[in-house]
């Protein structure tokens, strides 16, 4: 049995999945999403679902709005965008109101990753 816990990272670029899954899962659970839509149906199946990260520049739906359908199902997960792109005023605006608990520039650095993620498992656990 598996006692990680279960986190999702969505990415519509396949090389940072698999990156992120070969860094992560030696902690973590890690399931993975290449789209928005696709986040969406992964977490809606899976309630142990306990952290969620989310690349910002995806086709069709970006970060911050899959993680807005994300927050419409369960307002106390909580997420954080993964980009390779400075931080905008939409980020920001979201950090500040609390719909993401957190914002990691790519490359990522694994240390601050693993430590915003542990941090907010363990604040969340039922």
Request: glycine share 6%; aromatic share 8%.
């Amino acid at each position: 049995m598996n006692n990680k816990p279960k986190i999702l990272y969505v990415d519509d670029e396949e090389l940072n999945i698999t990156v992120f899954q070969l860094t992560f899962s030696k902690y973590f659970e890690v399931l993975t999403a290449d789209s928005g839509k696709k986040g969406v149906e992964i977490f809606q199946n899976d309630p142990d679902i306990k952290f969620v990260i989310s690349d910002m520049k995806m086709p069709e739906m970006n970060g911050l709005e899959f993680i807005r359908k994300i927050k419409n199902e369960c307002q106390h997960i909580p997420c954080s965008i993964l980009s390779g792109y400075q931080q905008s005023p939409e980020i920001l605006s979201a950090l500040n109101n609390g719909e993401i608990v957190g914002y990691q520039l790519k490359p990522f650095n694994k240390g601050a990753v693993e430590q915003l993620i542990k941090e907010h498992i363990s604040s969340t656990r039922q």
